[in-house]
């Protein structure tokens, strides 16, 4: 019931009984829920954190497929969104060659707390605040993507077209007891030790 997009790794949330189901829906809606991703994304993240209410408009390619857009405020077609990101760690390149590669100056990890549900909204923010998510074949940076699949960046790349976007905790209240509930998960052991030789290399 709490959904990841296809390549995300992490928390997931399921209800055993109809009761259940409806009880966290209803605390979803209500935004209730401390929802926090990690993700790695393309440039070095500059300042601290920030919080972004940028409205989201969905709409088809022309070959049928689903897309998300950053849209203006007076978009009517356009759902409010809003997330705050904060910075983790972050690496500039030590080869300045690499940045005309990859057209960006490094990498950075940040955490993505979402106070909406909308499609692709972590990834779409990211993407309009021009640190798009590595590996995202949507809305990603091409150029940095293909070094990494290739592992020209960083060898050992756990699995190809990974896109590093990770739901990390889940926090809200048991739809039966009322008690606090926390759910948290940590990255794959593979992308974490991936994550450790990229800072090992890149710093």
């Not at 997009?5 to 009880?23: F, H, N, P």
């Not at 209730?32 to 440039?43: S, T």
């Not at 490094?106 to 909406?116: C, N, P």
Request: charged fraction near 25%; aromatic fraction near 6%; hydrophobic fraction near 40%.
């Amino acid at each position: 019931m709490h959904r990841l997009d296809r390549d995300t790794s992490g928390v997931l949330l399921l209800a055993r009984k109809r009761s259940a189901l409806t009880a966290l829906h209803a605390s979803l809606r209500a935004r209730e829920a401390d929802k926090r991703y990690q993700a790695l994304v393309a440039g070095f993240w500059s300042g601290d954190g920030v919080n972004v209410t940028t409205p989201l408009h969905k709409y088809l390619t022309a070959s049928g497929e689903r897309r998300v857009r950053a849209a203006a405020p007076d978009d009517a077609q356009a759902q409010s969104a809003r997330s705050q990101f904060r910075p983790l760690w972050r690496l500039r390149w030590k080869d300045p060659a690499l940045a005309a590669l990859c057209g960006c100056d490094g990498l950075s990890l940040v955490e993505a707390r979402i106070h909406t549900g909308r499609t692709h909204q972590i990834r779409v923010h990211l993407h309009s605040l021009g640190h798009p998510v590595v590996g995202d074949d949507k809305y990603g940076n091409e150029a940095l993507n293909r070094l990494v699949a290739r592992g020209e960046l960083c060898a050992g790349l756990p699995r190809q077209s990974r896109m590093f976007l990770h739901a990390a905790r889940l926090a809200l209240r048991h739809p039966r007891s009322g008690e606090d509930l926390v759910l948290q998960a940590d990255w794959p052991s593979a992308d974490s030790a991936w994550l450790g030789r990229l800072r090992a290399v890149c710093a």
